[in-house]
């Protein structure tokens, strides 16, 4: 299995492409599958669904992303990307791997399974979440999928070590916007303007310290704004600013209460300094959250030592979650101990490790 996963992965790894704009890698994808004796779906721009019908009931369906990053990948492997300015620097092209593999052990053994199987390659998990359009596309109802699974690289784990944990995951994430108008004036004149800037100053603080401190029990969750423009030049007053930031929680008492209150502190600044503010904060991802029943069965099912309970979730976001609010789902972090951090130039990992994701995979369609 290990030179095919590798083989897969390197194909992959060399074809990157966005979003939802992936016709070579839907084609490589297509090439593989086509063979196996699966019912071929494609329920989405670029999406690819490989059905395997066992005869049974109720299908249990395995997720993998598809699409890299507009990165311009930086470490020397032979099998390098070709594609200028792309590259699969999120694992995903380990991940369709995974599930190539799966698919041709499912397609082996087809008649002694105990589900039917549906194994689904996502566009856009890195951009505005496919995993919301293929929910929508009706697919999971129509092959009646009880529970789906997924996986994805994890370079601070060490080499092989799979992780997961019941309830919260990964975080919910929003995208944070704040505009502000104020008033232009020379700064000799600046009591005839309105700061924007230190307008824009004055919400950060608040809304930083009141993130921090107001919610105490509602658990881990982070306010931050990476990018601040403000104003033309030095010698005159801003007439406006644009904040942009990220929300990340994990329970919907700590958004909402976040949320408006953010929206507050930009009522009291604008009747305190006479600009104009607007915040808003987008819907962005839903937590990911694995369903504790699915959890205590897994746990039952596998091995001691199989996986291990995660320390504590993560504050990144994954559209995996809009498959766990349409059915039940299971999703685990697979280590590859790799000094460089997710969407780096640089990430590369021992190909081995994949084999532990697909075993993984292949224990878990007993439940």
């Given amino acids: 299995m290990l030179e095919r996963l590798i083989a897969h992965r390197r194909a992959l790894h060399r074809i990157p492409e966005l979003d939802d704009q992936l016709p070579e890698t839907q084609q490589y994808l297509l090439s593989q599958l086509q063979p196996l004796g699966c019912r071929i779906f494609l329920p989405g721009h670029c999406a690819v669904a490989a059905y395997f019908d066992a005869g049974k009931p109720d299908t249990v369906a395995f997720r993998s992303d ?14 390098a990307s070709a594609h200028p ?6 694992g995903h092209d380990g991940h369709m791997a995974m599930l190539l593999c799966l698919a041709e052990w499912v397609s082996a053994r087809r008649q002694t399974l105990p589900h039917n199987v549906l194994l689904v390659f996502q566009p856009s998990e890195e951009t505005t979440g496919g995993a919301q359009r293929l929910c929508r596309s009706g697919i999971f109802s129509q092959l009646q999928v009880r529970h789906i ?48 800037l230190a307008a824009g100053a004055a919400f950060l603080q608040q809304a930083y310290h009141m993130a921090k401190t107001e919610l105490p029990a509602a658990g881990p969750r982070v306010l931050q704004f990476g990018r601040m423009q403000s104003g033309t030049v030095r010698n005159a007053v801003s007439d406006y600013t644009r904040l942009e930031g990220s929300l990340r929680t994990f329970q919907d008492e700590a958004f909402s209460h976040i949320t408006r209150r953010c929206a507050e502190i930009g009522e009291s600044l604008q009747e305190q300094t006479g600009c104009r503010f607007s915040v808003q904060f987008s819907e962005g991802y839903p937590p990911v959250v694995n369903d504790p029943d699915l959890y205590d069965r897994a746990a039952q099912l596998l091995r001691e030592g199989a996986f291990v309970p995660l320390e504590q979730p993560a504050l990144i976001a994954e559209d995996f979650s809009f498959y766990q609010q349409q059915m039940p789902g299971l999703f685990f972090f697979l280590g590859i101990g790799s000094d460089q951090p997710l969407h780096s130039d640089r990430l590369c990992f021992d190909e081995s490790v994949l084999q532990r994701g697909v075993a993984l995979y292949q224990s878990l369609l007993q439940l």
Avoid at 85 to 90: D, L, N, P, S, T
């Fill in 66 to 79: 598809m699409d890299a990053l507009p990165i311009t990948e930086n470490t020397g492997l032979a099998f």
């Fill in 85 to 90: 300015g792309k590259m699969h620097a999120c």
């Fill in 149 to 196: 699974f997924g996986i994805h690289l994890w370079p601070d784990l060490p080499a092989g070590t799979i992780a997961t944990c019941k309830g919260p995951m990964m975080a919910r994430s929003s995208e944070a916007t704040v505009e502000i108008w104020g008033k232009a004036a020379h700064i000799a004149k600046w009591q005839e303007g309105k700061d924007a």
